[in-house]
């Protein structure tokens, strides 16, 4: 059903009760040290090992899980049989015996939400639970909570605006006007009817049939939802959420026969959030089916909290904390169901997230994750959901709702995030080698973020999500147009004019103010503009009109400075003021200068590109410290950050085409065309 249908309470992780799971008054770890060995089993022999003949199958994986939990796969093939029994059963009662509608006790104004009878839920409802089974009653001889459903009822969300509520055997109860009811705002931002709230009890599932729910407890069906509700509640509006599109930024592989998914990631640091919570930071690796109807992801979440309406949100459990569960989520709907028991983690542990699929006579997927201290949590699938082309996913999502609709801020995110020995299985039980991953960023609901990229550029093992993006863009300069890419993707972030077509272009914190600027060197004027807004901020000459000009910070004052490289003369300028504060030579005419912390000490080096060899001069002393041969005489050499590790970087720009060396080894690490054989490239810090 669709999230603007209706928003089921889940007030406790809901997970399918098979007796290999750890049960709720469990304290978190495994039923004993035998099953904790198993884990560390798993997760060892789960990571892809380089000898190809001890490389994992599918079928090694689902061998070396804990016999406790083999048995509950048995176990689960009986309860699936029972609860399809159930549904089917329910199912026929409905087209033998449809349900009767007969408006005559009308409580709209009494309730806010529903609930199952019989059942303890953690909600707490305007009236008393009485624990009473009530079947077959009429309207006038009402004894339960007018916010009850009997066990084994229904309530079906009309297409003209009505809640009715239905007795086991399909005799309606009463009714409310959704109008006329208070409105909930959900975590998905939809306001609906508060009538279209259920709390269910702990332990139950959910089971969807066409425009049908059934919620099943202990193999039995305890309410069945019927929904002919096909659009969002006249006169309202969606209220503006982060939720709208939770996900920041992510890798997703092509859509693919995917059997399994595995891989580790360390728990990164987060942000000290205030109190009460309204913001919750969610990791997760997992697989998504291409029709897009679910995720199932083993999920790392920062202070997370249940999306009820009496949840406490100051609870410390929750504030500013990093717990796990294994998560599925159908999409159409505006819940997961959550594993028992929830996982504790801290800054700087590792996590291990597991999906793979159980075929025949099971047909489920299996959700799976592990802390550092070998606890572990687990659940099934639906066994409903039918195996197709997947997409295996690596995640950030900003997860939680702010009351007011606000987007997050920077200061509500985690760090960093690698995401590594990642290893995905066909059907057949093969390591799939040859995945294709794209990475995405979600700016358009996260806008305020700043500083996320999807590295990609790492083994094909490795992802890493970064919040915090230190390294260098580039660009080209082209007859006075500059054409960004800030993350080094191949993507145009931004074009703008500023210079003429005969400019050379400069880039620099010209200000001092930590902010990347630009100009341009023209006839020997510089015209500079900071914070790269198009404005004239200052102008000055410095330099003859066929000098080079050079930017950097050549006195290690930690301001920036400029220069002009003249037939292999440094001439400087120390704080920009017109003033030369120091000239020498280092080069030849024909040379073309470099500037850059090449031995990454933390103190500017020079340097010059001659026929295809970089000569550098660690401190500007005058001396030769290394040589090194990377490029052709006519490529234009380029330096900067290009993996944001935080070491310098160099690389040529070859018609259009840039190939980078990460580290300076003289190894080509990547290939990239962005510009056109005649443009100038450009580097530099843009967010």
């Not at 022999?45 to 796969?73: F, G, H, R, W, Y």
């Not at 193999?219 to 006169?235: A, M, N, P, R």
């Not at 234009?636 to 070859?654: A, H, L, M, S, Y």
Request: charged share 20%; with cysteine; hydrophobic share 35%.
């Amino acid at each position: 059903m669709k999230d603007n249908l209706r928003f089921i309470m889940l007030l406790a992780l809901i997970t399918f009760l098979c007796n290999g799971f750890v049960s709720a008054t469990d304290t978190g770890t495994f039923l004993n040290d035998k099953i904790a060995n198993e884990t560390i089993k798993i997760q060892l022999s789960l990571v892809p090992v380089p000898s190809e003949k001890d490389q994992l199958t599918l079928a090694d994986i689902k061998a070396t899980l804990p016999p406790e939990i083999l048995q509950s796969i048995k176990d689960q093939i009986t309860f699936n049989e029972s609860v399809t029994k159930a549904i089917t059963e329910k199912e026929g009662q409905l087209a033998k015996s449809p349900l009767t509608i007969n408006d005559s006790y009308d409580i709209t104004g009494e309730v806010q939400g529903f609930f199952v009878a019989n059942f303890t839920t953690s909600l707490e409802p305007t009236s008393k639970e009485t624990g009473l089974t009530h079947t077959n009653i009429s309207p006038s001889a009402i004894v339960l909570p007018e916010n009850q459903i009997p066990t084994g009822g229904f309530i079906e969300f009309g297409s003209d605006g009505k809640t009715r509520i239905f007795s086991s055997v399909g005799t309606q109860i009463s009714y409310v006007i959704d109008d006329r009811s208070e409105k909930i705002t959900t975590p998905s931002g939809k306001v609906l009817p508060s009538t279209h709230i259920i709390g269910i009890p702990n332990g139950a599932a959910s089971h969807t049939r066409g425009n049908r729910e059934y919620i099943t407890m202990n193999g039995e069906v305890i309410l069945t939802i019927v929904d002919q509700y096909s659009k969002d509640i006249s006169g309202l509006s969606t209220v503006p959420s982060p939720r709208s599109s939770p996900w920041v930024e992510y890798a997703e592989s092509d859509p693919y026969y995917i059997a399994a998914v595995h891989s580790n990631w360390i728990i990164p640091h987060s942000p000290n959030l205030t109190v009460p919570a309204t913001t919750s930071n969610i990791l997760f690796n997992g697989i998504e089916p291409s029709d897009g109807s679910m995720v199932f992801q083993p999920v790392t979440a920062f202070n997370y909290y249940e999306h009820s309406l009496t949840k406490n949100r100051t609870d410390p459990a929750i504030v500013n904390r990093w717990t796990g569960s294994s998560w599925i989520c159908p999409i159409d709907t505006s819940h997961c169901h959550r594993s028992n028991p929830v996982l504790s983690f801290s800054q700087g542990e590792l996590a291990y997230g597991a999906v793979f699929w159980y075929e025949a006579p099971v047909s489920e997927w299996f959700v799976y994750l592990v802390n550092s201290n070998n606890q572990g949590t687990w659940q099934f699938s639906d066994p409903y959901i039918y195996f197709q082309p997947s997409r295996a996913v690596i995640t950030y999502e900003f997860g939680g709702s702010d009351p007011s609709g606000l987007l997050p801020n920077d200061n509500q995110k985690i760090t960093n995030t690698t995401f590594s020995n990642i290893s995905v299985w066909d059907t057949i039980g093969n390591q799939i080698t040859t995945l294709h991953w794209n990475g995405v960023i979600n700016t358009k609901d996260h806008k305020k973020i700043t500083g996320l990229n999807v590295d990609l550029s790492q083994a094909p093992s490795t992802v890493i999500l970064e919040t915090d993006y230190r390294g260098s863009g580039i660009g080209v300069f082209r007859s006075g147009e500059w054409i960004l890419d800030y993350r080094i993707d191949g993507i145009v972030d931004r074009r703008f004019n500023y210079g003429l077509p005969t400019d050379k272009p400069v880039v620099g914190d010209f200000n001092n103010n930590g902010q990347t600027d630009i100009g341009v060197f023209r006839s020997g004027e510089w015209v500079l503009d900071y914070g790269m807004d198009g404005t004239v901020d200052r102008r000055f000459n410095y330099g003859l009109p066929t000098d080079t000009p050079l930017v950097g910070d050549f006195n290690n004052d930690g301001t920036t400075d400029i220069g002009v490289f003249r037939s292999g003369e440094w001439i400087l300028d120390y704080g920009m003021d017109g003033t030369v504060n120091r000239r020498f030579n280092y080069g030849l005419a024909t040379d073309i200068p470099v500037v850059g912390n090449f031995n990454n000490d933390g103190i500017t080096d020079i340097g010059v590109f001659r026929s295809g060899q970089w000569i550098l001069d660690y401190g500007i002393d005058g001396i030769v410290d290394r040589r090194l041969n990377y490029g052709r005489a006519t490529d234009i050499p380029v330096v900067g950050k290009f993996n944001n590790d935080e070491i310098t970087d160099i690389g040529v720009f070859r018609s259009g085409q840039w190939i980078l060396d990460y580290g300076m080894d003289g190894i080509i690490d990547r290939y990239l065309n962005y510009g056109l054989a005649t443009d100038i490239p450009l580097t530099g810090k843009w967010i």
